[in-house]
Nanobody, 123 residues
Framework: VQLQASGGGLVQAGESLRLSCRAS????????MGWFRQSPGKEREFLAA????????EYAGSVKGRFTISRDDAKNTVYLQMNNLKPEDTAVYYC?????????????????WGQGTQVTVSS
């Protein structure tokens, strides 16, 4: 199982980015997908999760209303649309896949991880 995250970069505060995470070697539609981030000196933080059917989502309070998670099973890809970015959003962003039916919030509940993509937001 491989997860390949992409789409990170350097943006100014208020701008947007869309992260993508493509899965290979799995039956993508069988996995709950999530996004996390980690900045230096901090623990990995849950951001969003999307259910297997794509009709259920959950967000961390810090990003709710600004970030949107979605999935395209035909492309084996999960997305994270990030709007109105803030300097405190600067971090390495990770996608993850979990075997199961519920929306998971803890990193230990995820079975597979992507390599991370850096997002830097300047003020």
């Amino acid at each position: 199982v491989q997860l390949q995250a992409s789409g990170g970069g350097l943006v100014q505060a208020g701008e947007s980015l869309r992260l993508s995470c493509r899965a290979s070697g799995v039956m993508f539609s069988s996995y709950v997908m999530g996004w996390f981030r980690q900045s230096p000196g901090k623990e990995r933080e849950f951001l969003a999760a999307i259910g297997r059917s794509g009709d259920s989502t959950e967000y961390a309070g810090s990003v709710k209303g600004r970030f949107t998670i979605s999935r395209d099973d035909a492309k084996n890809t999960v997305y994270l649309q990030m709007n109105n970015l803030k300097p405190e959003d600067t971090a390495v962003y990770y996608c993850a896949a979990a075997i199961g039916w519920e929306l998971y919030y803890s990193d230990y509940e995820y079975d597979y991880w992507g390599q991370g993509t850096q997002v830097t937001v300047s003020s």
